[in-house]
């Protein structure tokens, strides 16, 4: 079985925006060569999740995990992900497709983010 990976995040109309992103993308490649990794938009940007999806299940990729790059499981997470997931399955049959926990809500990235926020504040209290 060949994984796959997509970043999906929301997609702003200033492609500035993405650039935190793309680089998160650029890390994982480098650190897991691999596994084919994609970025995927819900809005304003490409390539959106079914694209993605496409090009990873055209490139031999039988399990996709989608890994939401939000903070929280909001609106988007929890209603219009599932279902661009249920279509990316329809229109790929036998492409197994996994939603992770939004990135936010994994406790190594909220750790990660505590600490960025004491560093900021140095060492005065």
């Known amino acids: 079985m060949s994984q796959g990976l997509i970043l999906f995040a929301h997609g702003a109309r200033d492609p500035r925006w993405a650039a935190p992103f793309e680089a998160m993308a650029a890390q994982v490649r480098e650190q897991r060569p691999g596994v084919p990794v994609r970025l995927a938009f819900l809005e304003f ?10 090009e990873l299940a055209a490139a031999g990729c039988t399990h996709l995990r989608v890994l ?9 997470v929890r209603k ?3 279902l ?5 399955r329809a229109a790929h049959p036998g492409l197994q497709v996994s939603l992770q926990p939004a990135v936010g809500e994994i406790d190594s990235v909220t750790r990660a983010m505590a600490a960025a926020a004491v560093q900021l504040m140095g060492d005065g209290a």
């Open 45 to 54: 940007m490409a390539p959106t999740l079914p694209e993605a999806g496409a």
């Open 68 to 76: 939401p790059m939000f903070l929280g499981a909001g609106g988007h």
């Open 80 to 82: 219009d992900l599932p």
């Open 84 to 88: 661009l997931i249920d279509g990316l």
